[in-house]
């Protein structure tokens, strides 16, 4: 039997503790994977094309009431006294007829006022018509830009298309203008419409006793 003193101390063991320490970072590592370098996808990007659809105005002709004239905004007219037909514009902002004549003349008979023209289409090549009637009355003119006109005031009949009106006409001098004969409301009024997206809807006129 050894006999160990009080104060021994048994040997450590420090290969088998460095086993035990190895074999605990074995552990570690096998469980903490190693880190790994993560790319990340880009995001899809998606075209999308835009189609613009063009859309067409659709042309409605609305009916108007019965019995009234439908006309465009240029109308053949025939005009009597002097059997001359000519294009005319529809001037829905005049309240009175007006027609461009030549060699406007007045003159007395009987004691009343008379007029004297000669009334021809712009493009005509035989001689102008010549044209004597009483006048009415007298109206005063005013346009933007001119001196405010006396003119005088006669009755004509108007034809167009089928129908004719006995219309009073105010008389003056325009050659610088395109048309003749300027239409108004005392023509228009309760008896035609006027479609100015459309011209000639009429055609020739067809006088009473040519029918």
């Not at 503790?17 to 990007?45: F, L």
């Not at 027609?99 to 406007?104: A, N, R, T």
């Amino acid at each position: 039997m050894q006999f160990r003193s009080p104060w021994y101390k048994a040997p450590t063991e420090p290969e088998a503790s460095a086993t035990s320490e190895a074999a605990a970072g074995s552990q570690q590592a096998q469980q903490c994977p190693q880190p790994a370098e993560v790319v990340c996808a880009e995001p899809e990007v998606k075209v999308v094309e835009r189609v613009i659809e063009r859309r067409f105005e659709k042309v409605v002709e609305v009916p108007v009431a019965k019995d009234k004239l439908v006309l465009g905004s240029v109308e053949t007219f025939s005009i009597e006294p002097g059997g001359v037909s000519l294009d005319s514009l529809i001037d829905t902002g005049a309240p009175t007829s007006s027609l461009s004549v030549k060699e406007l003349t007045p003159f007395e008979r009987d004691g009343k006022d008379w007029v004297r023209f000669k009334l021809a289409p712009p493009d005509a090549k035989d001689d102008p018509v010549s044209i004597e009637l009483p006048v009415k009355r007298y109206v005063r003119v005013s346009r933007p830009g001119f001196e405010p006109q006396r003119r005088p005031v006669v009755e004509m009949s108007l034809t167009v298309g089928e129908v004719t009106h006995m219309v009073e006409v105010n008389l003056t001098d325009r050659s610088s203008l395109d048309y003749v004969l300027l239409v108004g409301r005392n023509f228009l009024k309760d008896a035609a419409v006027v479609d100015v997206a459309r011209r000639n809807v009429q055609g020739l006129p067809k006088l009473p006793d040519s029918k």
